[in-house]
T-cell receptor, first 112, second 114 residues
Framework: QKEVEQDPGPLSVPEGAIVSLNCTYS??????FMWYRQYSRKGPELLMY????GNKEDGRFTAQVDKSSKYISLFIRDSQPSDSATYLC????????????FGTGTRLQVTL | EAQVTQNPRYLITVTGKKLTVTCSQN?????MSWYRQDPGLGLRQIYY???????DKGDVPEGYKVSRKEKRNFPLILESPSPNQTSLYFC?????????????FGPGTRLTVL
């Protein structure tokens, strides 16, 4: 079993839709949960970061962590064509080391 | 501009011909890492470095070498490349800030080994 599972998509939605992206993980020691966004031919960039359980909101983006279910989500409201990218969840059990475990990424296409 | 740079961006080589991919960061970060990204497998860490002259293996270190002689540079060395090392490679760096370790990624190097 992979430590982090993520549906690869692709996911295609119309502009303005609400998008839900999800990951599950197996190791309950994980404490730090991140979402990276990767545009085509670019390196990943940090989009959202949460520690432990709960929600975090930043503009149109909401990250949600449910540690009891080992489930993390990223919601995008009012999706835009500029949101078209691959979204990778990343998880760590420490905030100090460079060790991140990434999901495989979900490719999102927002159409006009 | 704060950034991580990698060179070359694209490389086609043949089996067994030694190559080096360079990585440099201008943010004075302590940590640097190398990842490879493959379809269906995602990003996997190859090696990382916690500071000058301190390196450790990641999840897939076989066939790779690294060195960290200067804080800003972290080259990835393939002594004898093989076709299974064809991949997209990313260098990343981050500061040791205790509870927060945002990694900054370079633009990637697409390597093809024939």
């Amino acid at each position: 079993q992979k430590e982090v599972e993520q549906d690869p998509g692709p996911l295609s939605v119309p502009e303005g839709a609400i998008v839900s992206l999800n990951c599950t993980y197996s190791n309950s020691a994980f404490q730090y949960f991140m979402w990276y966004r990767q545009y085509s031919r670019k390196g990943p960039e940090l989009l959202m970061y949460t520690y432990s359980s709960g929600n975090k909101e930043d503009g149109r983006f909401t990250a949600q962590v449910d540690k009891s279910s080992k489930y993390i989500s990223l919601f995008i409201r009012d999706s835009q064509p500029s949101d078209s990218a691959t979204y990778l969840c990343a998880i760590s059990n420490t905030g100090t080391a460079s060790k991140l475990t990434f999901g495989t990424g979900t490719r999102l296409q927002v159409t006009l | 501009e704060a950034q991580v740079t990698q060179n070359p961006r694209y490389l086609i080589t043949v089996t067994g011909k030694k190559l080096t991919v360079t990585c440099s960061q201008n943010m004075n970060h302590e940590y640097m890492s190398w990842y490879r990204q493959d379809p269906g497998l995602g990003l996997r860490q190859i090696y990382y470095s916690m500071n000058v002259e301190v390196t450790d293996k990641g999840d897939v270190p076989e066939g790779y070498k690294v060195s960290r002689k200067e804080k800003r540079n972290f080259p990835l060395i393939l002594e004898s490349p093989s076709p299974n090392q064809t991949s997209l490679y990313f260098c990343a760096s981050n500061r040791d800030r205790g509870s927060y370790n945002e990694q900054f990624f370079g633009p990637g190097t697409r390597l093809t080994v024939l």
